[in-house]
């Protein structure tokens, strides 16, 4: 025994890389990549009405809150650190137009939590999405006409878009509709209605994909949409045009650059980190959210270690930030230390 260690030695240069592995000390202090309240965000999602908590069936443990309900939240985030929420509105019906014009109404679900969170607590951070699939009553991200979503109409409305809800106080404008030439038309109209400060998260790279479903339940745009989106969204086959993608938006003026979903695009993450060095998040989408809550209440896998696993992950890859569902969950655990 003793010479056939010997001989592992001898072929390895006496490397041992499990040394490094021994114990949960060492591997605390070689360990490359970490995992803080500092890189969630919150996404949460949003109803008319008062005293409103409903939750989404397709994602467990996620809720849909009216205004008041999310600012409690928003107290909620701020208590555990979390620097920081995104709002997605799920508004009636009868306020949906071909158009998405309610998207421009000051007096809109986004804009209305926007004031009213700001108000409450005024330290957390609001990141807001011009996109119209929430007013459309199509459910595109844009404006449809004679089936074709068109480009430069959407990019205006939702440059007005952006403005308001700058006004209504929102820190970071995350648009997610893929229209070419949206960075730099928000940033312009920001700009002329003094909202220097207000940054801009490019959805850079957001792909066609098969994880959005649980989303499109929670803001109730999965039944109207007409056709698909594979028009203005990437194709998730397509890495360098992802890349060429985020180039755009760089020049255009983006701050932020963020990869959606997150999990299947890892190396879309890790290529725009190393090729422009802006701070890029990952959204941890529904789907991926979903996959592991189910597996979890199945009894198929450890939820909370998978969950922190692919938030590592993340980090590994060079994200900054994870938007996730997750967000309070993991807060919690992280404070338990």
């Given at each position: 025994?003793?010479?056939?260690?010997?001989?592992?030695?001898?072929?390895?240069?006496?490397?041992?890389?499990?040394?490094?592995?021994?114990?949960?000390?060492?591997?605390?202090?070689?360990?490359?990549?970490?995992?803080?309240?500092?890189?969630?965000?919150?996404?949460?999602?949003?109803?008319?009405?008062?005293?409103?908590?409903?939750?989404?069936?397709?994602?467990?443990?996620?809720?849909?809150?009216?205004?008041?309900?999310?600012?409690?939240?928003?107290?909620?985030?701020?208590?555990?650190?979390i620097?920081?929420?995104?709002?997605?509105p799920?508004?009636?019906?009868?306020?949906?137009?071909?158009?998405?014009?309610?998207?421009?109404?000051?007096?809109?679900?986004?804009?209305?939590a926007?004031?009213?969170?700001?108000?409450?607590?005024?330290?957390?951070?609001?990141?807001?999405?011009?996109?119209?699939?929430?007013?459309?009553?199509?459910?595109?991200?844009?404006?449809?006409?004679?089936?074709?979503?068109?480009?430069?109409?959407?990019?205006?409305?939702?440059?007005?878009?952006?403005?308001?809800?700058?006004?209504?106080?929102?820190?970071?404008?995350?648009?997610?509709?893929?229209?070419?030439?949206?960075?730099?038309?928000?940033?312009?109209?920001?700009?002329?209605?003094?909202?220097?400060?207000?940054?801009?998260?490019?959805?850079?790279?957001?792909?066609?994909?098969?994880?959005?479903?649980?989303?499109?339940?929670?803001?109730?745009?999965?039944?109207?949409?007409?056709?698909?989106?594979?028009?203005?969204?990437?194709?998730p086959?397509?890495?360098?045009?992802?890349?060429?993608?985020a180039a755009?938006?760089?020049?255009?003026?983006?701050?932020?650059?963020?990869?959606?979903?997150?999990?299947?695009?890892?190396?879309?993450?890790?290529?725009?980190?190393?090729?422009?060095?802006?701070?890029?998040?990952?959204?941890?989408?529904?789907?991926?959210?979903?996959?592991?809550?189910?597996?979890?209440?199945?009894?198929?896998?450890?939820?909370?270690?998978?969950?922190?696993?692919?938030?590592?992950?993340?980090?590994?890859?060079g994200?900054?930030?994870?938007?996730?569902?997750?967000?309070?969950?993991v807060?919690?655990?992280?404070?338990?230390?």
């Amino acid at each position: 025994m003793a010479d056939k260690i010997n001989l592992v030695d001898e072929i390895t240069g006496h490397r041992r890389m499990r040394r490094n592995r021994k114990a949960d000390w060492t591997r605390r202090l070689v360990r490359e990549t970490s995992l803080s309240v500092d890189d969630l965000i919150w996404p949460i999602f949003l109803v008319p009405g008062s005293g409103i908590v409903e939750p989404v069936a397709a994602m467990p443990g996620v809720n849909r809150m009216s205004v008041d309900k999310a600012v409690e939240a928003a107290r909620e985030a701020a208590d555990l650190g979390i620097p920081a929420l995104a709002t997605f509105p799920n508004e009636a019906m009868e306020l949906r137009d071909v158009t998405g014009s309610y998207s421009l109404s000051s007096d809109n679900l986004i804009n209305q939590a926007t004031r009213a969170i700001k108000a409450a607590v005024p330290g957390i951070g609001l990141i807001t999405d011009v996109a119209l699939d929430p007013f459309t009553s199509h459910g595109h991200d844009g404006i449809l006409r004679d089936g074709e979503i068109v480009n430069d109409e959407t990019v205006e409305a939702i440059a007005r878009a952006a403005v308001i809800q700058a006004d209504s106080g929102a820190d970071i404008i995350a648009p997610s509709d893929m229209m070419d030439g949206r960075i730099g038309a928000i940033r312009r109209a920001l700009d002329a209605a003094g909202h220097h400060q207000v940054g801009i998260m490019s959805y850079a790279t957001k792909f066609a994909s098969a994880f959005y479903g649980p989303y499109r339940e929670a803001i109730n745009t999965g039944g109207l949409l007409k056709g698909d989106k594979k028009t203005y969204y990437l194709d998730p086959a397509n890495g360098t045009e992802a890349v060429r993608d985020a180039a755009l938006d760089v020049e255009e003026g983006a701050d932020m650059l963020m990869v959606k979903p997150g999990l299947p695009y890892l190396d879309i993450c890790w290529r725009i980190k190393e090729a422009f060095g802006l701070p890029v998040f990952a959204y941890q989408v529904s789907g991926e959210y979903t996959q592991i809550k189910a597996a979890a209440m199945n009894g198929w896998i450890d939820g909370e270690r998978a969950m922190l696993e692919t938030l590592l992950c993340f980090k590994r890859a060079g994200c900054d930030g994870i938007l996730t569902y997750f967000a309070p969950e993991v807060a919690r655990i992280l404070a338990r230390g």
